[in-house]
């Protein structure tokens, strides 16, 4: 089974703060991708990724950047944390073909 | 853009009943797939079923299967003797061909009454 993994669960951080989420997955995906998901507005992908050091800005990626230094690893870097990053953010990973996505449990992240 | 709507925020149906959930998206591309994700409470996503637009015969999983219509581009999912393990957050997604990311609803909440 693939597995997808983040790194914490729950994380409280204060307003300022540098925060990292990392991902990682096992089944040498090629693609991974980084989603925040808000009550009633669903999932809205933040970045993707195609490849190790590859990144590709999705809908929503002000605030945030991401690294792929090794194919089975994934970040999400929070660069100066605010309150209105509160948020669920999920992380998934992928072959090329087929395309389908594998998600991670989730870090419900909160910024006070 | 693609855009995927579900018009549903909230569903529920009884133990053992038959519910469908309805997906429309937009989109002017002839070849791209279509997915069901279920997130239950506290769990991870997972992969309902997936369909693919140059597939004329409806997918169907188990006690899952699809209406797939794609002229009016419709994407429903219904979900047949309903168990309480059915609960959860349900999305449709969208993805082009080639190797592009999803783009998804803004989900359905399935509650399941026994």
């Known amino acids: 089974d693939v597995k997808v993994t983040q790194s914490s669960r729950y994380l409280v951080k204060r307003t300022g703060e540098k925060v990292f989420l990392e991902c990682v997955q096992d089944m040498d995906h090629e693609n991974m991708f980084w989603y925040r998901q808000d009550p009633g507005l669903g999932l809205r992908l933040i970045y993707f990724?195609?490849?190790?050091?590859?990144?590709e800005k999705g809908d929503i990626p002000e605030g945030y950047s991401v690294s792929r230094e090794k194919k089975e690893r994934f970040s999400l870097i929070l660069e100066s944390a605010s309150t209105n990053q509160t948020s669920m953010y999920l992380c998934?990973?992928?072959?090329?073909?087929?395309?389908?996505?594998?998600f991670g449990p989730g870090t419900r992240l909160t910024v006070t | 853009a693609q855009t995927v709507t579900q018009s549903q925020p909230e569903m529920s149906v009884q133990e053992a009943e038959t519910v469908t959930l309805s997906c429309t998206y937009d989109?002017?591309?002839?070849?791209?797939?279509l997915f069901w994700y279920k997130q239950p409470p506290s769990r991870q996503m997972i992969l309902v079923i997936r369909q693919e637009a140059y597939k004329q015969q409806n997918a169907t999983e188990n006690r899952f299967s699809v209406n797939f219509q794609k002229a009016a581009k419709s994407f429903s999912l219904k979900i047949s003797d309903s168990q309480l393990g059915d609960a959860a957050m349900y999305f449709c997604a969208y993805r082009s061909a080639g190797n592009t990311p999803l783009v998804f609803g803004k989900g359905t909440r399935l509650s399941v009454i026994a």
């Open positions: 998934a990973s992928s072959l090329t073909d087929p395309n389908e996505q594998y």
């Open positions: 989109t002017s591309e002839s070849d791209y797939y």
């Open positions: 990724s195609y490849d190790v050091k590859m990144k």
